[in-house]
């Protein structure tokens, strides 16, 4: 609860140099149309509203997004905003009353394309002249929205049609000299009634529908009502131009039974000033009133806000003002609230609190925030180098530039120099050292000459001129005289970090003897070359009453019984510096290191504990880890070089803070918890108190798609985010898409972190990432499904992902209707071509059938008859012409030859003949024929007719011819008196073997051919 927080953290004010509260300001420098911020409003959504001078701004945790007159607006010039309880947007203007196109709302979370107006508003004027300036709207519980204009009040309504009129409220309160009734404000109470704010004071509308006038100031004088709230006890706060005031509203039933419906001024008794001392007194009959101008000096009072704790916070013209039930306080520019005059508080979502501001723009009051206090009086708010607390409790960190002791007194840092002589001071500036104070109340100072000790003194101030008690050096027994850290343990023995001496490593002062014991190499012990690096610089004790000491050099050791133990990072403690030790409420033991980050032991008392190490990649902002301390949870939060890390040793999880959050600096050097549970952080520039609490049960954090462009063309959304959005098809050459998303409302320490995964390419959840734009490219053609989460501090998940889905078309040559088209093309043309193939062989056979039979029927005839004839010659010769006779044998021989041939010839390009039957009745008669003429017994084996199959002319022929040369030589050369023949055909191949009983040849022997 913030007010509540802040009220611990701000008990007063009396050096308000000293103090600052968690406050980060936003300007146009941020995105903020003007810095004169009206109204800020939170939406259901999560979005903040920002109303200015010059526009109006939606704020998303991280941008600020402007709208003006180009979107619809009627005048850039906004003084407030409503989100209704249908879902709409109205904005009041300067120039009427605008609202933002429903189809930019997207109330059911899924968006197609939107295909709303040109413009994001559309603007309506709610009367002429000053009557159209709107300053307030508002809706009551019978959802009826009204709008306070310059002069008098506007009720919108809304035909089923969607025609949108305006009807002017009779608010039967005379018109002021001017002409105008200015409202401001609205409120409707627990009964009912309807009370308006307006320059003349406060109208109440009572249920039944009549008017009550209550004016504030004297006759004819106005006073401008700006806000109005009526707290968890009934009363009503009025914030007017000149202050504050507070009633108990009597019952309407009361009003109307008395007939007191004229016009009257409240009489209100002054509260007086607001002191620590004093409750200032608050009204509690019915028709009491209190002023309370004075408790808030004086100043006019413009918003009210009530926490959720009950506690009231006010935006004023000299501040933020806050009650917290019994007194006032006003926290200002002093305080780190910038601009006196602030305009409007709204909380957001996790609580922090909005201030609209007239001229510095924004700022938000962080919940759980972190309180600044200086330690010096100029900008540089000073070096803490240690932060502890004395024996009555009071805080004192240690200025690390001066050593000087600062205690913490009426909310502010009180400067101590310790009476130690002014060249020994001088000396010691620049090194970090740690005073203490021993159970007993005597001081030990550590200085660059020596160990300063003091006497119990009553008050811290008196070490400024008490005398030392003793100043212990080397010849006492110290070490080395730089002296940089005195511990107590709980033997009350002080154990002392120096600069070593030889081998002499650590000084312990022991009570019971008053006497110094130096520590060595020799105990256990180690030491470096560089006496700085060697010097033991953090110590801690553990439940066994083990004391535990960390090096500047790197490595830790423990003193048990008597006993060094020494342990470095071979055994699992993080190397380098070791810059702090703390002992947990678990008694575990923590170790942190300047460069390696923070280990752990959970048994430090077991011979050779085990360490575990967390460093950046478990998490950790940094791994320069400087102080520890936990908060009364467990919880541990480790100062580093980027801020607070707050651990859970029990889940692991880790939240950073920063100077976000209000830090006074990301250099954290010391760390400490005080008695009232508060964790105070030593910085750079500073001292940061923080009150750490539990985190109360959060909602999974919502995931809205923020933005979309596909292929580099940005593609219309909803204006204020969809959950789920469905695109047309995508050509294929929209393959690349641009994915923004956004999650509202994150806490502070808490940032968001995003999932996503693409269904369709790949069904596994993307590490997290804080990266909020995605991209894909070169997509391939497809239907996919983009879904995204958020993923909070706590490792909650978005209930619900957001979505996108889409389908890329594959290129027009790989969609169906063409793949359909090219086959029908493809089968049609194909279909032709065998038609044409097959007209042709038809033809061919025809031409092949003709040649045969010309063949056959004339050149075979007329061969024949040359034969005939030339044989009919020779014999008609006979025996007297010898010289005849020889030419006409040849020319018969010829003859019976060219038949032969011919006869092959016809046979071979005959298409009659394309069948393996064909041939082998073809083989078999010439086989028939040359062997028998040779009485040569033959075998003919050749496959069954039933195995018939097609052969073409030239693989006929060419077979024959092979056939035909080697019978042809088996005759002519083998001798043999049996041949043997064996043919087979398939649709692969043909086979042909022929083998013979004859003499066969001579292998070795060459031949012609």
């Not at 006890?233 to 000149?242: A, E, L």
């Not at 028709?287 to 101008?293: I, K, L, P, S, W």
């Not at 009555?392 to 050593?403: A, C, F, K, N, R």
């Not at 902002?621 to 949870?633: M, P, T």
Request: a neutral charge.
């Amino acid at each position: 609860m913030i007010s509540l927080l802040v009220a611990l953290m701000l008990t007063a004010a009396s050096a308000v140099y000293a103090q600052q509260l968690p406050v980060r300001i936003y300007t146009t420098a941020d995105g903020l149309a003007h810095d004169h911020v009206r109204r800020i409003v939170l939406d259901s959504r999560g979005f903040l509203w920002f109303c200015t001078m010059q526009g109006l701004n939606r704020f998303d945790g991280q941008r600020f997004i402007e709208y003006s007159t180009r979107d619809g607006l009627g005048s850039a010039s906004v003084f407030d905003i409503l989100e209704t309880r249908q879902g709409d947007y109205w904005v009041a203007t300067e120039a009427g009353v605008s609202r933002l196109a429903r189809a930019q709302v997207n109330r059911d979370g899924v968006a197609h394309p939107p295909a709303g107006p040109a413009h994001l508003f559309t603007s309506y004027s709610v009367g002429s002249g000053a009557a159209n300036l709107a300053h307030v709207l508002y809706q009551d519980r019978a959802g009826r929205i009204l709008v306070g204009t310059e002069d008098g009040v506007v009720q919108i309504e809304e035909a089923r049609d969607g025609r949108v009129t305006f009807r002017k409220l009779d608010l039967g309160v005379e018109a002021p000299a001017n002409g105008t009734l200015h409202v401001h404000a609205f409120l409707e109470d627990g009964e009912g009634s309807l009370w308006i704010g307006t320059s003349r004071g406060v109208v109440r509308r009572l249920p039944g529908g009549d008017m009550v006038e209550h004016q504030l100031a004297p006759a004819g004088q106005p006073d401008y009502v700006r806000a109005l709230l009526q707290d968890k006890d009934g009363r009503i706060w009025v914030g007017h131009r000149f202050g504050l005031l507070a009633f108990v509203p009597e019952s309407h039933k009361v009003v109307v039974a008395r007939q007191a419906l004229s016009a009257a001024r409240f009489v209100a008794r002054d509260a007086g000033r607001s002191s620590d001392a004093r409750q200032v007194p608050l009204p509690d009959a019915p028709g009491t009133a209190y002023r309370y101008d004075t408790a808030i000096s004086g100043k006019g009072v413009r918003d009210v806000h009530a926490a959720p704790d009950g506690e009231l916070w006010f935006a004023q013209n000299n501040g933020l003002g806050h009650f917290d039930g019994r007194r006032f306080r006003v926290y200002s520019v002093d305080h780190g609230i910038t601009g006196d005059a602030l305009n409007t508080i709204t909380p957001d979502a996790n609580g922090s609190q909005w201030i609209g501001t007239d001229t510095n723009g924004a700022s938000r009051l962080d919940r759980s925030g972190f309180t600044t206090y200086s330690i010096e009086k100029r900008a540089e708010r000073g070096w803490v180098a240690a932060i502890s607390e004395n024996r009555q409790g009071t805080l004192y960190v240690i200025d690390g530039q001066t050593g000087a002791i600062n205690f913490f007194e009426n909310n502010q840092f009180v400067r101590v120099r310790s009476n130690v002589p002014a060249s020994v001071a001088w000396a010691s500036r620049g090194f970090p050292r740690m005073a203490i104070e021993d159970h007993l109340g005597d001081w030990w100072v550590p200085t660059a000459e020596g160990l300063y000790r003091f006497p119990a003194v009553d008050d811290v101030r008196q070490l400024a001129q008490v005398r030392p008690r003793a100043v212990y050096t080397t010849r006492d027994g110290l070490t080395g005289d730089r002296v940089y850290h005195a511990f107590e343990d709980s033997r009350g023995d002080i154990w002392l970090g120096t600069n070593p001496s030889g081998q002499d490593v650590v000084t312990r002062w022991q009570r019971q003897t008053g006497s110094f014991r130096r520590y060595s190499t020799a105990d256990g012990l180690r030491t470096a070359t560089d006496v700085h690096f060697g010097a033991a610089i953090a110590f801690t004790e553990d439940a066994a009453g083990n004391v535990w000491i960390g090096f500047a050099g790197g490595g830790l050791a423990r003193f048990a019984s008597g006993v060094f133990t020494f342990f470095t990072a071979v055994d699992g403690v993080a190397a380098g510096e070791l810059r702090d030790l703390f002992v947990d409420s678990r008694g575990r033991l923590w170790i942190g290191s300047h460069t390696r980050g923070v280990s752990r032991a959970d048994t430090p008392t077991m011979e050779r504990p085990q360490f575990r190490t967390y460093t950046v990649r478990d998490g950790l902002a940094s791994d320069s880890v400087r102080s520890i301390s936990e908060d009364r949870w467990g919880r541990i939060h480790l100062g580093t070089a980027r801020g607070v890390d707050r651990l859970d040793p029990d889940t692991g999880r880790i939240r950073h803070f920063t100077t976000a959050d209000g830090l006074s600096n990301n250099e954290i050097e010391s760390a400490f918890r005080d008695r009232h549970g508060a964790l105070w952080f030593g910085t750079l520039n500073g001292v940061s108190r923080f009150v750490p609490q539990l985190d109360g049960p959060a909602q999974p954090p919502g995931i809205l798609i923020d933005g979309l462009r596909i292929a580099g063309a940005v593609f219309p959304l909803p204006e204020l985010g969809v959950s789920a959005i469905t695109t047309p098809a995508l050509a294929a050459r929209q393959n690349s898409l641009q994915i923004d998303v956004l999650s509202l409302g994150a806490r502070i320490g808490g940032n968001r972190r995003y999932q996503y995964r693409l269904e369709g390419a790949d069904g596994e959840w993307s590490d997290p990432t804080s990266t909020r734009t995605i991209f894909y490219s070169n997509l391939a053609p497809g239907r996919y499904r983009f879904t995204v989460r958020a993923i909070d501090a706590d490792h909650q998940v978005s209930a619900i992902p957001a979505a996108v889905s889409f389908h890329i078309l594959p290129p027009m040559w790989q969609r169906w209707w063409f793949l359909t088209a090219a086959f029908l093309t493809l089968g049609v043309g194909a279909h032709a071509l065998h038609r044409y193939r097959m007209r042709r062989l038809l033809e061919l056979e025809r031409v092949r059938t003709r040649i045969a039979t010309d063949l056959h029927d004339d050149i075979g005839s007329s061969l024949s008859q040359i034969a005939i004839l030339s044989e009919v010659v020779r014999q008609r010769v006979g025996d007297r012409g010898e010289s005849v006779r020889e030419p006409l044998s040849q020319i018969t021989g010829a003859s019976s030859e060219l038949m032969d041939t011919m006869s092959d010839i016809v046979w071979a390009i005959d298409p009659r003949k394309d069948h393996l039957s064909d041939l082998t009745q073809r083989m078999r008669r010439f086989c028939s024929d040359v062997f028998t003429a040779r009485h040569i017994a033959f075998e003919f084996h050749a496959p069954d007719a039933a195995r018939d199959i097609e052969l073409g002319a030239d693989v006929r022929r060419q077979v024959f011819l092979i056939f035909k040369e080697s019978v042809h030589n088996i005759v002519r050369h083998s001798s043999c008196t049996r041949a043997a023949i064996t043919f087979s055909a398939s649709r692969d191949h043909i086979s042909l073997r022929i083998t013979d009983n004859g003499t066969g040849f001579d292998t070795a022997r060459q031949g012609e051919g």
